[in-house]
């Protein structure tokens, strides 16, 4: 079965953060593929992942300059998720990366380190058009709720 998520790291130091977005895609039962591939060390293997994808969602957990949700989103129109990574600078400078896109090539970005914020906004963009994942998410809030 294809990914409908497709998630991407600069680095393989971000797999703590990559583990925070899988466990909740599968408890929500998605399938999904993860990639290392950096925006400036492998700008064409980043280009040709993004451009093969049949996801519906792309998570892109960046550092330091945090170029790689950017440069996703060039390739694309799926929608992108930039999750900054506190490296440096306390993660200003990924958040800013990815929060600053330029007019045209919009980046949804959640908090510093923050995996699970990343995997439940794709699920809420798979939500839209499948009611299973737009059930489990309701029943999810009501949990986090009591």
Not at 54 to 79: E, K, M, Y
Not at 89 to 108: E, F, W
Request: proline letters at 5%; charged letters at 25%; aromatic letters at 4%.
């Amino acid at each position: 079965m294809a990914e409908r998520v497709l998630i991407l790291s600069g680095s393989k130091s971000d797999e703590a953060i990559v583990k925070d977005i899988t466990k909740v895609l599968d408890e929500f039962g998605v399938e999904w593929k993860y990639e290392v591939a950096s925006a400036h060390r492998n700008p064409g293997k980043v280009e040709k992942i993004v451009k093969s994808t049949f996801a519906d969602a792309i998570i892109a957990v960046a550092g330091l300059s945090a170029a790689l949700p950017g440069v996703c989103a060039s390739h694309t129109l799926v929608p992108v998720i930039g999750v900054p990574v506190s490296a440096k600078l306390n993660g200003l400078d990924a958040l800013l990366s990815i929060a600053q896109m330029p007019p045209g090539i919009p980046v949804a970005c959640v908090g510093l380190d923050n995996g699970k914020n990343a995997a439940l906004l794709a699920l809420q963009i798979l939500g839209i058009e499948d009611k299973e994942i737009e059930g489990k998410l309701l029943k999810y809030r009501e949990e986090m709720r009591k």
